[in-house]
């Protein structure tokens, strides 16, 4: 009996600080998710941006790596600053210097969380951001942004 007390204790005092498990979110917490068939269960930050910066381009499966985020700019910009270290504007800069001297194209953009989670779901390889509202299980979260 005292066992359940103390466990029951521990479990609110855990909840009374919105601690979070890796691989779960709270509200407004941004995730960063795969397609299954991406072979690793967790992404750092140096990884992510290693992969918005568009320089890891293979998984070690061998499968293309193929990313894409989300056009809202509240989101956008929060994930940039966290994971790339950079802020929008920086980001296209980067971009159109990488198009034009042939160092591969930016990401796809969506403006709904829905699609883009359809299109991470259907495309091996792929990774996305989303809010962690929106997550379905027909992905897997990599990484979480608290």
């Not at 499968?63 to 956008?76: C, G, P, R």
């Not at 160092?103 to 299109?119: I, S």
């Not at 990774?127 to 992905?139: A, L, P, Q, W």
């Amino acid at each position: 009996m005292k066992r359940k007390i103390f466990l029951g204790i521990i479990f609110l005092a855990i909840v009374g600080m919105n601690f979070t498990l890796p691989g779960t979110a709270m509200a407004d917490d941004l995730i960063v998710i795969g397609n299954r068939s991406v072979p690793v269960s967790t992404l750092t930050q140096k990884e992510v941006k290693m992969i918005y910066l568009g320089k890891q381009k293979i998984w070690d499966n061998g499968l293309k790596v193929t990313f894409v985020k989300l056009k809202d700019e509240q989101s956008s910009k929060r994930f940039l600053k966290h994971f790339v270290k950079k802020n929008p504007s920086m980001y296209k800069r980067y971009w159109k210097k990488q198009a034009f001297i042939g160092g591969g194209n930016p990401p796809k953009e969506f403006g709904r969380e829905k699609d883009l989670v359809q299109y991470v779901s259907k495309t091996k390889g792929a990774v996305g951001f989303i809010s962690s509202k929106s997550y379905i299980e027909t992905v897997k979260i990599l990484s979480v942004m608290h």
